[in-house]
């Protein structure tokens, strides 16, 4: 299905090379962009512009591949530049190997017109023509190519008025929701991020006429985000500054905390700093915080309760995911037997029963190590920065300690998970009026829900969203689970995973 016509007016060379940019930042796996124009229009100025950014390096070499017909870039999305000016015939094609790269990543062809009817039907088509002392560019091709690049040159608009024209952008991160995030910049000033977040769709109703996103309370445009980041600013946390929003587009313009992580080189945990992450959730938690937060004029994000609804249909993903997965059968509802599915709702509803006189406060919900970055030139709260807490809730305390005491993305082994424990609640016994047995009883059933929800998440991003990468986390998260199900107050929960095999 083909979609209306792009159009962009380029003023000069520049304007040309951040278009390059900005298709660059849309390109996927088995895109293939062909470009027309005369000579000296800008061909390769525009495809040089779209390699650099793929490959992270503006001074990068990318000679004309006139001679060579083909030349071949690694980067984010390998890209292959064909230059058909030579071509003899079209059935050269072959012998290049334009299915091969389209097979391995994205196409730029100069020259499609000497091998028209051998070309991708699906690929888009740029056309540039003299427009006054500029150029203007078409873009014609597949709907769904057309709607990602109008977002991108959106952002380039939003950048723009931002106070940041001409900016350099370059994908810095996605993550498995459908955010995106790009490092900005401008010469001789910092870097600051893009979080590129459209409105979630509702999806289909699944409950009580309700989609999944509003039963377990996941933020569906990035005002929670802002929400949540003035609240904890006002707290004295470290959390970006927003220079500039688009509610309703979903882009905002936030300060870059910087690069480094709470994992060392080789990617294991650093125990100084996940104990500091561990010492600031007690200082967190010992705050009242707001459950209605003015984001602008005439909008209020209410903090959403993390009830029971919430946690139980999040567990559901166990019962509509990973069973079937490690059964081998569909993953479809009605496989699961219903007797079982009603054992493992009555299973949980008595651990959240135990929940009902936890400590309730902020709960950001991925307080681990992809969300954390350390800042050793810093002191105090502000040496942990926090980020990708658009889907807080007000909820368990210890909700948050178990996620980042069992990081889902990195081994975080039994004595370390102690030793984190440990001290979070100390920091909090030194602020009088601790329950120390109530918070192990929350946290054993924290941990069991978000390793059982991760593990229907982890298994869904694979089959559903084609993202398999995930799947090696699953014995870690595995070994979560047993970890937490140990727990006396669990033992009906951990006696109905070991009839099911997932212990």
Known sequence: MTGSPVRVHLADEDATSRLGEDIAAILRPGDALLLSGDLGMGKTTLARAVIRALAGDPALDVPSPTFTMVQSYPGRVPVHHFDLYRLAAPDELEELGLAEALGEGAVLVEWPERAEGA???GAARLVLSEAGDGRDAEITGPAAFLARLSRSLAIRAFLDGAGLPGAARRFLTGDASARAYETVSLPGRPAVILMDAPRRPDGPPIRDGLPYSRIAHLA??????VAIAGALRAEGFCAPEIYAADLDRGLLLVENLGAEGVLDGDGSPVPERYIAAAELLAEMHARDW?????VASGIVHEVPPYDRRALAIETELLTDWYLPHVSGRPVDKGTVDEAARAAYGAAWAGVFDLLEDAEKTLV???YHSPNLIWRADREGRDRVGLIDFQDAVIGPAAYDVASLAMDARVDIPPELERSLVEAYCAARAAQGGFDRAGF?????????QRNSKILGIFVRLNLRDGKPGYMRHLPRIRDYLSRALAHPALGELRAFYAGAGIL
């Open 364 to 366: 950001l919900r991925d």
């Open 440 to 448: 192990d009883v929350a946290y054993a059933a924290m941990a069991a």
């Open 290 to 294: 707001p459950r209605r937060i003015d």
């Open 220 to 225: 569906e445009s990035v005002t929670p985000f």
């Open 119 to 121: 070309l991708p039907a």
